[in-house]
């Protein structure tokens, strides 16, 4: 049944905040990403990592039940909205 099924964790601001941190400080390309995803324990649901285009999206959601994007963005990391 669907009710038996367990929602994705819920992320605080706070919580973004590190994840985008931690990833300025590790990630710069997209092999790097994928080793991070691999690595995190933070749920992913996709990767893109090319050349014109990287970010992720996890496979949990912020506190207001949005879904979280993380891009790389002229070499910074932010939340995409």
Known sequence: MLNDLERPPAYSDTDIAALLADLQATVNGATSLTEWAE?????????????????LRLAAHDSEGSPIVLMLREHIWQRAI
């Open 39 to 55: 690595s995190a324990a933070v749920p992913v649901d996709r990767i893109v990592a090319g050349a014109d285009l990287t970010y």
